[in-house]
């Protein structure tokens, strides 16, 4: 019903004399996934430990963390785009890969095979950042446009969807040397 419909109708009940119903308002009870349980911090420079900057550094070595701080993408592909984008991510992932800028991590995309978040998208992409520098290497490798990485990283961002409603994004940092606020 359009506006001026609706207000037409409440005019005729007025002149009617017909009583209006009382509007009733029930609490929302609010959820929010801010992740703010944790404080965010590089855990390779001030305010760590000693043994915390060792752990890291030494666990980024041997290969049990990815980075010091992740970001997931989560998203939908465009319809009918399956077959296209995995031919391109088999002819072009590795590249991506090697072209990301210094302390930037391309870990790969994957389909979700099994999951209980339902609005978070069927594809993860996966970024490992090494330090702080490597999102703001990120942006200014974006920026420029006759870079090779930022060429792969348009072409892999055209398969999103960005119609859907299901995407999400998840950051992500050590547990070992995080603090947690609550």
């Given at each position: 019903?359009?506006?001026?419909?609706?207000?037409?109708?409440?005019?005729?009940?007025?002149?009617?004399?017909?009583?209006?119903?009382?509007?009733?308002?029930?609490?929302?009870?609010?959820?929010?996934?801010?992740?703010?349980?944790?404080?965010?911090?590089?855990?390779?420079?001030?305010?760590?430990?000693?043994?915390?900057?060792?752990?890291?550094?030494g666990?980024?070595?041997?290969?049990?963390?990815?980075?010091?701080f992740?970001?997931?993408?989560?998203?939908?592909?465009?319809?009918?785009?399956?077959?296209?984008?995995?031919?391109?991510?088999?002819?072009?992932?590795?590249?991506?890969?090697?072209?990301a800028?210094?302390?930037?991590?391309?870990?790969?995309?994957?389909?979700?095979?099994?999951?209980?978040?339902?609005?978070?998208?069927?594809?993860?992409?996966?970024w490992?950042?090494?330090?702080?520098?490597?999102?703001?290497?990120?942006?200014?490798?974006?920026?420029?446009?006759?870079?090779?990485?930022?060429?792969?990283?348009?072409e892999?961002?055209?398969?999103?969807?960005g119609?859907?409603?299901?995407?999400?994004?998840?950051?992500?940092?050590?547990?070992?040397?995080?603090?947690?606020?609550?």
């Open positions: 019903m359009e506006q001026k419909d609706r207000i037409a109708r409440l005019r005729g009940l007025i002149k009617d004399g017909r009583a209006l119903e009382r509007p009733e308002v029930e609490p929302l009870e609010p959820v929010i996934r801010s992740g703010d349980t944790f404080l965010f911090r590089d855990p390779r420079k001030r305010g760590a430990t000693a043994e915390e900057q060792d752990f890291v550094e666990s980024l070595k041997d290969g049990l963390l990815v980075g010091t992740i970001v997931e993408w989560g998203y939908d592909i465009k319809k009918g785009q399956h077959e296209k984008f995995r031919r391109w991510l088999l002819d072009h992932e590795r590249l991506l890969a090697l072209s800028p210094e302390d930037v991590g391309y870990k790969g995309t994957y389909v979700v095979t099994s999951s209980t978040e339902k609005q978070a998208g069927d594809y993860r992409t996966i490992a950042f090494a330090s702080l520098r490597g999102p703001q290497n990120l942006a200014a490798e974006v920026a420029n446009e006759h870079s090779p990485f930022t060429r792969l990283w348009n892999l961002n055209q398969f999103r969807d119609d859907s409603s299901n995407r999400s994004q998840q950051n992500l940092s050590p547990a070992a040397t995080s603090i947690r606020l609550v």
